[in-house]
């Protein structure tokens, strides 16, 4: 099985689409290599792949090597300033054309995923981020019951349930948890995602969706809460066009206080370089950052 060298395995789930688990699932990956770990993602919405296209990889191509499909590169490895490779696979990267539709029926689709746990060589890994469509359909049947009859003890550490605030959001994503249960994957903690914009031309981070919603249905479903993000153009530019993040003077999100343009000697240009160097200037980084102390703690703490 290609995931025999993959240390610990954590799914992003959501039973409601439209919450950003993709972004979610990037953002974890990035903060995980930035501390040092090896990481590799794998993408598994198989109708709406957006992997490729967050990396800024949608014309990289997935070669076949002896024994399975390689990786595609994000970036490698750099001990010297202690940080982790990150690799990626995606049906993104099979499909001849970006707009091309996935029409398939459930068996179709579960032979897929199946696939891709055991054809993809990821080498020594030490996560691998699942990210996963919304909903529990055949997918999610499939990556449960694949996984949870080849892992070793302790090697699927669990899942990352996302949420936006609003109670239409978090009464589907309710029934995520509910799966998490009746499959017996353990939940390692809900995020709450788009709480929160990050203005672009003013200081002011808005609540234009409340908040508050996944604290609360973590705290009814006795599971840990991991956090609020907030959503932020300066992502979305830096993923779309390669943009380097920057911030009116003044800026403050998750108490992190950030520089203007002028003070940092930034003006959001779309300069080479790779995502990781370019996502440290993103105000949310620093979240990330913090949920992925957690995480490990939680995850290493009770590897066996």
């Known amino acids: 099985m290609s995931l025999s060298q993959v240390k610990h395995i954590v799914l992003v789930l ?11 699932s990037l953002q974890l990956a990035l903060s995980l290599s930035l501390t040092g770990y090896s990481v590799g993602i794998l993408d598994i919405d198989l109708t709406g792949p957006s992997i490729p296209r967050l990396t800024g990889l949608e014309s990289a191509k997935v070669t076949q090597a002896s024994g399975g499909w390689q990786p595609i590169s994000v970036h490698q490895s750099d001990p010297s300033n202690g940080i982790g490779s990150l690799r990626c696979m995606s049906l993104g990267f099979l499909l001849r054309d970006r707009s091309d539709a996935v029409v398939w029926r459930g068996p179709k689709k579960t032979a897929m995923v199946r696939q891709f746990m055991t054809d993809v060589l990821w080498g020594e890994t030490d996560y691998l981020i699942v990210d996963t469509p919304p909903g529990t359909s055949d997918e999610h049947i499939a990556l449960a019951e694949t996984l949870l009859t080849s892992c070793s003890p302790g090697q699927l550490a669990g899942a990352v349930v996302v949420t936006t605030p609003q109670a239409v959001a978090t009464a ?19 995020l709450e995602n788009m709480t929160g914009f990050v203005c672009p031309n003013c200081s002011e981070c808005t609540n234009i969706f409340g908040g508050g919603g996944g604290k609360v249905m973590a705290d009814e479903t006795g599971v840990p809460f991991l956090g609020t993000v907030p959503i932020d153009p300066q992502w979305g530019r830096l993923v779309e066009e390669g943009r380097i993040p920057v911030y009116p ?13 002028e003070e940092n000697g930034q003006n959001g240009s779309k300069e080479k370089g790779e995502l990781r160097s370019k996502y440290k200037s993103c105000a949310l980084a620093p979240i990330f950052e913090g949920v992925v102390v957690e995480l490990v703690n939680n995850i290493e703490g009770a590897s066996p």
């Open 14 to 24: 959501s039973g409601k689409g439209g919450v950003g688990k993709s972004s979610v």
């Open 172 to 190: 589907d994503v309710r029934k995520e948890l509910n799966f998490c249960v009746k499959t017996g994957i353990h939940v390692l903690g809900v």
């Open 249 to 261: 003077a003044g800026t403050i999100v998750a108490g992190t206080k950030f520089l203007g343009a």
